[in-house]
């Protein structure tokens, strides 16, 4: 959590204060590029972009919010905009499973998957669903946090949120399966 | 309870948003229904694979990557947006409430940093042993093409004198540029008019030599050609030399008397004067020793007209009011005077 303390001296103008206070979002910030956009020169770039507009834009951050969930809106929001014209995602067919089987595939709910291969399920989702997951599992936001970062009305949160686990046991399920993705 | 309403519950319930009484009756639903029992459990387990996915860390630092871009920008201030209603991507916490003291706040505040320390600079410049710089011929010739101004001088501003020292913008400016050079100072003057009140409260330069500082507020022009002087020439602010008042007239710092001031530079052995037309296109420069004037363009430096180079002094710098014609008096070393004038239309120097 940042001190509240540095975000007053940075708005007051204390320049060292400000690169301080970026300093200690700086991989809050990347983290949830890097599961947004899947690839991690987009989100280093995305990052930083997101560093800038967070320098320059420090005075309009009011205390009524907290200021991760200001943080992150600025983070997802680069990140949405550069997704909508980014390459194309990489198919699950295509990728190289991992598996970690066991002989009973029917009873074996979810075996441990690699985590790229949750990033790329989480790839998949559409912008909104793919947004609350990250930030509630990246940055272990509340429903209220969540909600306050996007802007969304509370149970727009949820459902989103519910609605993005059922894909992605949908997606990881199939690929325990060796189905084919229809 | 239905399957459907069991599954919003174990959603909830992964997120450790179920109170106990609603957990015990989501449970007991899953112990008598196998395929609530297997979504919990998938519910489960993929919850916790997501909890466990690496914190990732950028391979190197970001903001040092930033840093030189940084420097280069400032922070908005802080202003008031109307809150949006809906949802939708704001960049920006929606907080109508605006913070427009802190606005303008900022710009005071950053504006008073700047003056103070142009004050500072000024202050500990002003304390600098600028006498040795300075000897008799200097002096005379200082108190000459001063009286000669003031003599052309509306009287008002003869009386604003000391005052009008105050609202220079040299000053302040001028102070922090010491030592970077008359270039430098004169640029930076045309760039930041902003007075500064005690710059001219300074100590006395010199005694009996009060050589006023150039303050004229945007008509200095870069003396490209005169590099000579060197950076150690930069002008001091404020004469505040009561024992001359009329080397503290308010020529050097009103900004509406900068059509006939001088301004007097020192360099370490060569005195300048230098005088801009009224209309601020170009400047007259001589030197205190050589009985030789030079025009310039004031916006880039450029050379009008030179006379030949020769030695006495040249007194009684004076712009016509339509600037075409700069009027003065050379004296030679054997002590004769010739009225001499220089026309803009003909580019020469003639006799009066």
């Excluded at chain 1, 975000?7 to 890097?34: F, H, S």
């Excluded at chain 1, 980014?86 to 699950?92: A, W």
């Excluded at chain 1, 949160?157 to 686990?165: D, M, Q, T």
């Amino acid at each position: 959590m940042v001190e509240p303390e540095l975000i007053k001296a940075a708005q007051a103008g204390d320049r060292e204060a400000l690169v301080t206070l970026l300093r200690d979002i700086e991989q809050q910030v990347y983290r949830t590029a890097y599961y947004l956009l899947n690839h991690e020169q987009d989100a280093l770039d995305a990052s930083q972009e997101a560093l800038i507009r967070i320098y320059t834009k420090i005075n309009s951050y009011e205390e009524k919010a907290q200021f991760r969930t200001w943080v992150q809106r600025i983070v997802t929001n680069i990140c949405i905009d550069k997704f909508r014209r980014k390459r194309p995602s990489v198919s699950i067919d295509e990728h190289d499973l991992v598996f970690h089987s066991s002989a009973d595939v029917e009873t074996e709910v979810l075996s441990a998957y690699a985590a790229e291969d949750i990033r790329e399920a989480i790839g998949k989702l559409p912008d909104h669903h793919r947004t609350v997951v990250v930030l509630r599992y990246l940055q272990d936001f509340s429903y209220n946090e969540i909600a306050e970062s996007l802007n969304l009305p509370l149970n727009t949160v949820k459902s989103y949120l519910f609605r993005a686990r059922q894909q992605l046991q949908f997606l990881l399920h199939d690929y325990q399966k060796g189905g084919v993705r229809g | 309870m239905n399957c459907q309403e069991g599954m919003e519950l174990m959603q909830r319930y992964v997120d450790g948003d179920l109170n106990e009484q609603e957990s015990s009756r989501m449970l007991s639903h899953v112990d008598t229904c196998p395929d609530c029992a297997a979504m919990l459990e998938r519910l489960t387990r993929l919850s916790s694979e997501l909890a466990q996915l690496p914190r990732v860390l950028p391979r190197y630092s970001l903001v040092d990557a930033i840093l030189p871009e940084l420097e280069l920008l400032t922070p908005e201030p802080a202003v008031s947006r109307p809150q949006e209603e809906h949802g939708g991507t704001q960049s920006d916490v929606p907080g109508p409430r605006s913070r427009r003291p802190a606005r303008n706040t900022k710009l005071y505040r950053r504006l008073s940093g700047i003056i103070a320390a142009g004050i500072v600079a000024g202050v500990i410049l002003t304390t600098q042993p600028w006498g040795q710089l300075f000897n008799k011929p200097q002096q005379e010739a200082a108190g000459l093409a001063l009286d000669t101004p003031s003599a052309n001088m509306p009287s008002a501003q003869a009386s604003s004198s000391t005052e009008s020292l105050s609202p220079t913008s040299a000053d302040g400016i001028g102070g922090e540029e010491a030592g970077t050079g008359f270039k430098d100072f004169s640029q930076k003057i045309a760039q930041d008019p902003s007075p500064t009140e005690k710059g001219t409260a300074t100590e006395p330069r010199v005694s009996g030599g009060s050589e006023p500082a150039p303050a004229q507020a945007d008509r200095i022009p870069t003396p490209r050609k005169f590099n000579a002087i060197g950076p150690t020439d930069s002008p001091v602010p404020a004469p505040a030399d009561k024992a001359d008042p009329s080397a503290t007239m308010g020529i050097m710092t009103d900004p509406s008397f900068t059509s006939n001031s001088g301004s007097i530079n020192s360099s370490n052995d060569q005195l300048l004067v230098q005088f801009a037309s009224p209309d601020g296109s170009k400047t007259a420069y001589t030197q205190a020793d050589t009985g030789a004037v030079s025009i310039v363009n004031t916006s880039d430096g450029s050379l009008v007209f030179q006379s030949e180079p020769r030695t006495g002094t040249i007194t009684d710098l004076k712009w016509s009011d339509d600037g075409k014609t700069l009027t003065y008096t050379w004296t030679n070393t054997s002590g004769q005077a010739k009225a001499l004038s220089w026309s803009a239309e003909s580019n020469k120097e003639t006799e009066r």
